[in-house]
């Protein structure tokens, strides 16, 4: 046989597959200088008006774009509201008028002057636009049809009407978030389609006064700013911010240690672990807003004995979960305020127990059960779910784990049918408000009320008391007593509740030594770049 | 020459088709009119059918798109005017037709899980794939060709062997770990290739786009840093799916030469003292050519899908990784537009193959 030629053919065709690689070798690289490259996942955008974005990932961009009337500085968040484009602000004897002063000389990204009217103009907008974060600016009793008198300005001066006396922890912490952000009015409507308030075009493009602008977003790609150099506060040191949608934990800890990448967000415990031995770059912890719980549905005859609810507290190995699949991204946390909030409470009464949990089923005459629980395809709630299901087994209790996909259980969850549900809950402001009107709050338990609270949705008839207490609390003018209010609330919520908080979630961003000031907005915020630098 | 009669390639010299007879040149005009008329038909009627099921399946699929729409903590209200808003109120053969009045219009309307048009991520999504598909068809096809009909040729000698093994492997090893383990040995030890996504950081959005091809992109710029930097960035990916369709190809080709070899016009061609790589090469290979491409353009379409596992783990934002989370969503616009273009490309893949038949063997003229 004499084919040598196919042969030949084929040692070559290898040979430049080889070689090809092998020419462009590109060794450990590091980012340009001003330049903050960072991995995340940030496929969840789905828009950066700051009337609509509500979801992680949207809100860290908008806060960036934008500025609000009063702020959180991003160096010191634990010393809370700060003034911001609005030099200071006044209550009104009654309580119900809050006059905001705006700070002069302050422009937005296109040169517009940021006026009073803008700040006006951008809560009337959010109230009428009427998208998912409108409740936050609702709460004062705002509606489409009042809001243009409700909110105006006068000068340079804002003035908000309130329905009720609210204390003004509660509506500054409410204009601090994302929704709250002071839109360039002149610049938006130019972009208004039909009755939209500029939606679409500001869904994709900024308007802004912050200290970044959007150089682009490309979904499920990257997010890439750029320094406004005008700002107020002086311009950011990194020039460019850049966010890559990185999906994979590995992938992220490859890039980071290749040094193609400055920060990593979403390393899991094992890359974590994986990386700390390397010399070139740190982990921050960052206790955030986030809590893990677990949703007891009292619609289920056996899960809305009060026997069962308090076993169900002891049946959780909290220091076991927190010491192994959680280890790291998650901290034991039982109460429904995150730890960093107003009114935030540390106390952690119970333990993983088995012995007590028996003996409080036994004195119930409860000795076996079936009860079912729908979990996210989410690694760590399904070890969760495992965990559990292991513990009540040892109680003569049997848990059947069915796995959905986040929309479909978000679907069955909205209509009230998962017995016992697992997962996640952020705050959607930062007052103690957000997370009490939601697991401590129900003001109409029927099947048709249609709410959105997690104690409506595991049908939970939240005590009238309860109630009461809540919306009190929103009325405090005094901070302390504020505080005290909520952590009595708290007290009680312990006591009784079907809803069970667990941990509070930690995020550890992974990164290269140069980076300093880095924060991914505490509990209380979203990420903020404008303080960070490389040294 | 006699030759090709014999060698088993008939027509050449047979009777010619009557359409093909000089002087029904008005015949024949008509006949191509006719196919080309009957290849926009059947384009159009397996759009149709394939936009028609998709949509079906979408909305009996038990995912609510209005939910990602208004988010999880929207009231009864806003969720009910969002569901109008969306169309969803009206029968599902409404929503289909005035979803297909749009798309005549061309407009594939907007995604609800990116906020942009549908056309405009397509756009940047799909150039992305086709990129990595057209690279790892082609290793797939220059080494997995070679080696099938050697493989063949010698069968079960040692090539035999290691073409066997190869083509399990690629079989069988799931692509996510081979993904990962091929980013920490030549990414992540050797540093030989760019890291996960298209392009390094400081070419990042710096060749302006034209095709959305960024390896085309950059030559058209003159950008050659650019070209060198993309190429290191997909030439890990690219070769990943290139060892997959090559499994596939070297396999398919080996058993077509295995076939022609034991035919009777190659035992006559060795009597006929023709060098053995003549005959393979010339004879055998030039013989299975119809069915290798078929096999190539299937295999090069079902890279155009996207490969989502290889998109995920290099993170490279490709079609496949937009439909699917667009179908986890129930972006249903997103999904529908998606489906148009890779019913389009199979489309066009079996036109494209039809054509080559036709140039290759001239029964099918």
Same mark, same amino acid.
């Given at each position: 046989?004499?084919?040598?030629? !196919?042969?030949?053919?084929l040692?070559?065709?290898?040979?430049?597959?080889?070689?090809?690689?092998?020419?462009?070798?590109?060794?450990?690289?590091?980012?340009?200088?001003?330049?903050?490259?960072i991995?995340?996942? @940030?496929?969840?955008i789905?828009?950066?008006?700051?009337?609509?974005?509500?979801?992680?990932?949207?809100?860290?961009?908008?806060?960036?774009?934008?500025?609000?009337?009063?702020?959180?500085? !991003?160096?010191?968040?634990k010393?809370? @509201?700060?003034?911001?484009?609005?030099?200071?602000?006044?209550?009104?004897?009654?309580?119900?008028?809050?006059?905001?002063?705006?700070?002069?000389?302050? =422009?937005?990204?296109?040169? $517009?002057?940021?006026?009073?009217?803008?700040?006006?103009?951008s809560?009337?907008?959010?109230?009428?636009?009427?998208?998912?974060?409108?409740?936050?600016?609702?709460?004062?009793g705002?509606?489409?049809?009042?809001v243009?008198?409700?909110?105006?300005?006068?000068?340079?001066?804002?003035?908000?009407?309130?329905?009720?006396?609210?204390?003004?922890?509660?509506?500054l912490?409410?204009?601090?978030?994302?929704?709250?952000?002071?839109?360039?009015?002149?610049?938006?409507?130019?972009?208004?389609?039909?009755?939209?308030?500029?939606?679409?075009?500001?869904?994709?493009?900024?308007?802004g006064?912050?200290?970044?602008?959007?150089?682009?977003?490309?979904?499920?790609?990257?997010?890439?700013?750029?320094?406004?150099?005008?700002?107020?506060?002086?311009? !950011?040191?990194?020039?460019?911010?850049?966010?890559?949608?990185?999906?994979?934990?590995?992938?992220q800890?490859?890039?980071?240690?290749?040094?193609?990448?400055?920060?990593?967000?979403?390393?899991?415990?094992?890359?974590?672990?994986?990386?700390?031995?390397?010399?070139?770059?740190?982990?921050?912890?960052?206790?955030?807003?986030?809590?893990?719980?677990?949703?007891?549905?009292?619609?289920?005859?056996?899960?809305?004995?009060?026997?069962?609810i308090?076993?169900?507290?002891?049946?959780?190995d909290?220091?076991?979960?927190?010491?192994?699949?959680?280890?790291?991204?998650?901290?034991?946390?039982? $109460?429904?305020?995150p730890?960093?909030?107003?009114?935030?409470?540390?106390?952690?009464?119970?333990?993983?127990?088995?012995?007590?949990?028996?003996?409080?089923?036994?004195?119930?005459?409860i =000795?076996?059960?079936?009860?079912?629980?729908?979990?996210?395809?989410?690694?760590?709630?399904?070890?969760?779910?495992?965990?559990?299901?292991?513990?009540?087994?040892?109680?003569?209790?049997?848990?059947?784990?069915?796995?959905?996909?986040?929309?479909?259980?978000?679907?069955?969850?909205?209509?009230r049918?998962?017995p016992?549900?697992?997962?996640?809950?952020?705050?959607?402001?930062?007052?103690p408000h957000? $997370?009490?009107? =939601?697991?401590?709050?129900?003001?109409?338990?029927?099947?048709?009320?249609?709410?959105?609270?997690?104690?409506?949705?595991?049908?939970?008839?939240? !005590?009238?008391?309860?109630n009461?207490?809540?919306?009190?609390?929103?009325?405090?003018?005094?901070?302390?007593?504020?505080?005290?209010?909520?952590?009595?609330?708290?007290?009680?919520?312990?006591?009784?509740?079907?809803?069970?908080?667990?941990?509070?979630?930690?995020?550890q961003a992974?990164?290269?030594q140069?980076?300093?000031?880095?924060?991914?907005?505490?509990?209380?915020?979203?990420?903020?770049?404008?303080?960070?630098?490389?040294? | 020459?006699?030759?090709?009669?014999?060698?088993?390639?008939?027509?050449?010299?047979?009777?010619?088709?009557?359409?093909?007879?000089?002087?029904?040149?008005?015949?024949?005009?008509?006949?191509?009119?006719?196919?080309?008329?009957?290849?926009?038909?059947?384009?159009?009627?397996?759009?149709?059918?394939l936009?028609?099921?998709?949509?079906?399946?979408?909305?009996?699929?038990?995912?609510?798109?209005?939910?990602?729409?208004?988010?999880e903590?929207?009231?009864?209200?806003?969720?009910?005017?969002?569901?109008?808003?969306?169309? %969803?109120?009206?029968?599902? +053969?409404q929503? /289909?037709?005035?979803?297909?009045? #749009?798309?005549?219009?061309?407009?594939?309307?907007?995604? *609800?899980?990116?906020?942009?048009?549908?056309?405009q991520?397509?756009?940047?999504?799909?150039?992305?794939?086709?990129?990595?598909?057209?690279?790892?068809?082609?290793?797939?096809v220059?080494?997995?060709?070679p080696?099938?009909?050697i493989?063949?040729?010698?069968?079960?000698?040692? &090539?035999?062997?290691?073409?066997?093994?190869?083509?399990?492997?690629?079989?069988?090893?799931?692509?996510? +770990?081979?993904?990962?383990?091929? &980013?920490?040995? /030549?990414?992540? *030890?050797?540093?030989?290739?760019?890291?996960?996504?298209?392009?390094?950081?400081?070419?990042?959005?710096?060749?302006?786009?034209?095709?959305?091809?960024?390896?085309?992109?950059?030559?058209?710029?003159?950008?050659?840093?650019?070209?060198?930097?993309?190429?290191?960035?997909?030439?890990?990916?690219?070769s990943?799916?290139?060892? /997959?369709?090559?499994?596939? *190809?070297?396999?398919?080709?080996?058993?077509?030469?295995? #076939?022609?070899?034991?035919?009777?016009?190659?035992?006559?061609?060795?009597?006929?003292?023709?060098?053995?790589?003549?005959?393979? +090469?010339?004879?055998?290979?030039?013989?299975?050519?119809?069915?290798?491409?078929?096999?190539?353009?299937?295999s090069?379409?079902?890279?155009? #899908?996207?490969?989502v %596992?290889?998109?995920?783990?290099?993170? +490279?934002?490709?079609?496949?990784?937009?439909?699917?989370?667009?179908?986890?969503?129930?972006?249903?616009?997103?999904? %529908?537009?998606?489906?148009?273009?890779?019913?389009?490309?199979?489309?066009?893949?079996?036109? &494209?193959?039809d054509?080559?038949?036709?140039?290759?063997?001239?029964?099918?003229?």
């Amino acid at each position: 046989m004499q084919n040598r030629f !196919p042969l030949r053919a084929l040692f070559l065709a290898s040979a430049i597959g080889v070689a090809a690689p092998l020419s462009m070798s590109a060794a450990w690289a590091e980012t340009p200088a001003g330049t903050l490259v960072i991995a995340h996942q @940030i496929d969840d955008i789905i828009s950066l008006d700051p009337g609509q974005s509500f979801e992680f990932s949207g809100q860290d961009v908008v806060r960036n774009l934008y500025d609000r009337l009063v702020d959180f500085d !991003p160096l010191d968040l634990k010393a809370g @509201i700060k003034p911001s484009l609005a030099q200071g602000w006044e209550v009104s004897e009654d309580g119900k008028t809050i006059t905001l002063t705006m700070r002069d000389g302050v =422009t937005f990204h296109s040169g $517009n002057p940021v006026r009073a009217e803008d700040a006006a103009w951008s809560l009337q907008r959010a109230v009428k636009l009427n998208k998912s974060p409108a409740f936050i600016l609702n709460q004062f009793g705002f509606t489409a049809e009042n809001v243009d008198e409700r909110v105006s300005f006068d000068g340079n001066r804002v003035i908000l009407q309130l329905d009720q006396p609210y204390a003004q922890s509660f509506v500054l912490n409410c204009l601090a978030s994302e929704v709250g952000s002071v839109i360039d009015k002149e610049t938006v409507l130019g972009h208004a389609e039909g009755e939209d308030f500029g939606n679409a075009w500001l869904s994709t493009n900024d308007a802004g006064s912050g200290p970044f602008t959007l150089a682009a977003w490309r979904p499920n790609e990257a997010v890439q700013l750029a320094a406004y150099a005008d700002y107020w506060q002086g311009a !950011p040191a990194m020039a460019r911010v850049i966010v890559r949608h990185v999906q994979e934990s590995s992938a992220q800890r490859l890039l980071l240690e290749q040094g193609d990448i400055d920060v990593a967000r979403n390393l899991t415990p094992t890359d974590v672990e994986g990386i700390t031995g390397n010399e070139a770059v740190k982990v921050t912890d960052e206790l955030r807003g986030r809590i893990l719980y677990m949703g007891l549905s009292q619609k289920d005859p056996l899960l809305s004995q009060p026997a069962m609810i308090e076993a169900m507290k002891y049946l959780i190995d909290y220091k076991g979960m927190e010491a192994s699949f959680l280890k790291g991204q998650w901290k034991v946390h039982q $109460n429904f305020l995150p730890e960093g909030y107003l009114g935030g409470s540390d106390e952690n009464p119970w333990t993983y127990d088995i012995e007590k949990a028996r003996q409080i089923l036994g004195d119930a005459g409860i =000795t076996s059960g079936t009860v079912t629980t729908v979990v996210r395809d989410i690694r760590e709630y399904l070890d969760v779910a495992q965990t559990l299901q292991a513990a009540m087994a040892q109680v003569g209790l049997t848990l059947e784990i069915q796995q959905m996909t986040g929309a479909q259980v978000l679907d069955a969850y909205r209509a009230r049918q998962v017995p016992v549900f697992i997962g996640e809950w952020g705050p959607d402001y930062a007052d103690p408000h957000t $997370n009490a009107s =939601t697991f401590a709050h129900n003001p109409n338990n029927a099947d048709d009320a249609g709410l959105s609270q997690l104690a409506w949705r595991n049908s939970w008839a939240v !005590p009238e008391e309860m109630n009461q207490a809540v919306e009190a609390a929103t009325l405090e003018g005094d901070t302390d007593k504020r505080v005290q209010m909520y952590l009595d609330i708290q007290k009680d919520y312990r006591e009784i509740a079907p809803i069970i908080p667990m941990f509070q979630k930690i995020e550890q961003a992974a990164m290269q030594q140069n980076v300093q000031n880095w924060t991914s907005g505490g509990s209380v915020s979203s990420v903020m770049y404008r303080q960070v630098t490389k040294e | 020459m006699a030759q090709p009669d014999i060698l088993g390639q008939p027509g050449q010299g047979g009777p010619v088709p009557a359409g093909h007879r000089p002087g029904a040149g008005g015949a024949r005009l008509r006949r191509r009119l006719r196919s080309l008329g009957g290849i926009l038909l059947s384009l159009a009627l397996t759009l149709l059918g394939l936009l028609l099921v998709t949509f079906v399946i979408g909305r009996i699929m038990p995912i609510d798109p209005v939910l990602k729409v208004v988010g999880e903590r929207a009231t009864q209200a806003q969720y009910d005017a969002a569901y109008q808003v969306m169309g %969803l109120d009206k029968p599902i +053969w409404q929503q /289909f037709l005035r979803y297909m009045a #749009e798309v005549l219009r061309g407009d594939f309307g907007r995604s *609800i899980s990116t906020g942009h048009a549908v056309a405009q991520d397509l756009l940047r999504v799909f150039p992305a794939t086709l990129e990595l598909a057209m690279l790892g068809t082609l290793i797939g096809v220059c080494v997995g060709v070679p080696l099938g009909v050697i493989a063949a040729a010698r069968r079960g000698g040692w &090539l035999d062997q290691i073409a066997r093994v190869v083509a399990l492997v690629g079989y069988s090893m799931p692509i996510f +770990w081979l993904g990962l383990m091929g &980013l920490l040995l /030549f990414y992540g *030890i050797l540093g030989w290739v760019g890291g996960p996504g298209r392009q390094g950081i400081i070419h990042d959005g710096m060749v302006p786009t034209v095709t959305g091809l960024i390896l085309v992109d950059s030559l058209m710029a003159g950008d050659w840093a650019a070209f060198r930097d993309a190429f290191s960035h997909i030439v890990l990916p690219a070769s990943l799916l290139g060892y /997959f369709s090559l499994a596939y *190809i070297s396999r398919m080709t080996r058993s077509f030469m295995l #076939e022609q070899l034991s035919a009777e016009y190659v035992v006559t061609a060795r009597v006929k003292g023709l060098s053995e790589r003549r005959v393979i +090469w010339t004879h055998a290979f030039r013989n299975i050519l119809v069915p290798l491409i078929t096999v190539i353009a299937l295999s090069f379409g079902s890279l155009l #899908e996207g490969s989502v %596992l290889t998109e995920i783990v290099f993170s +490279w934002p490709g079609i496949g990784q937009y439909i699917t989370k667009a179908l986890l969503a129930g972006d249903m616009n997103a999904v %529908l537009g998606g489906t148009v273009v890779i019913g389009t490309c199979f489309v066009a893949l079996n036109l &494209l193959s039809d054509i080559l038949y036709r140039l290759l063997d001239p029964r099918a003229r």
